[in-house]
């Protein structure tokens, strides 16, 4: 599945090859197999994407995340990106992989979160979002693709 990246060469998000080269997987522990802590922190920064508050959601990325994006070159890709693709309508959790090992990346945890979503723009999308676990035990999202 191939999935399109806001334009700003987010090289840390195309560095990790998500989906093809990652080591073993194993879902996460509760009944939906999906961390609760790491669901509520991508759906709280979905929601920030979502109002358009560009800022906050790079705030609230991991610091993976702001070591290779500068805020302004998040705000001004996704503000693009989403005026093309319209306002999120739908957005459905469809699967979930915890890894380990990411290329590019340091060993840590890492929990792929892949929704489908329907924008006003585009009737049938995914998108996906990645999260790792910080020192202090938080998930913080470190990678957002669309398809």
């Not at 979502?50 to 503000?79: H, I, P, Q």
């Not at 915890?98 to 999308?125: C, H, K, N, W």
Request: glycine letters at 8%; proline letters at 3%; hydrophobic letters at 45%.
């Amino acid at each position: 599945m191939m999935y399109r990246i806001a334009p700003i060469g987010l090289l840390l998000v195309l560095s990790l090859s998500l989906l093809a080269a990652c080591g073993p997987s194993t879902t996460a522990e509760n009944d939906d197999g999906v961390d609760p802590a790491a669901l509520s922190e991508a759906e709280r920064w979905l929601a920030l994407v979502d109002a358009n508050d560009y800022a906050g959601s790079w705030a609230a990325t991991g610091d993976l995340f702001k070591g290779e994006v500068s805020e302004e070159e998040w705000r001004e890709s996704m503000a693009v990106f989403r005026e093309d693709m319209g306002a999120v309508r739908e957005r459905t959790l469809q699967d979930q992989t915890l890894e380990t090992i990411m290329p590019g990346a340091p060993e840590g945890e890492y929990l792929m979160l892949e929704y489908r979503s329907v924008f006003d723009q585009q009737a049938r999308g995914a998108e996906l979002v990645v999260l790792m676990r910080q020192d202090d035990d938080s998930w913080r999202v470190i990678g957002y693709f669309l398809q």
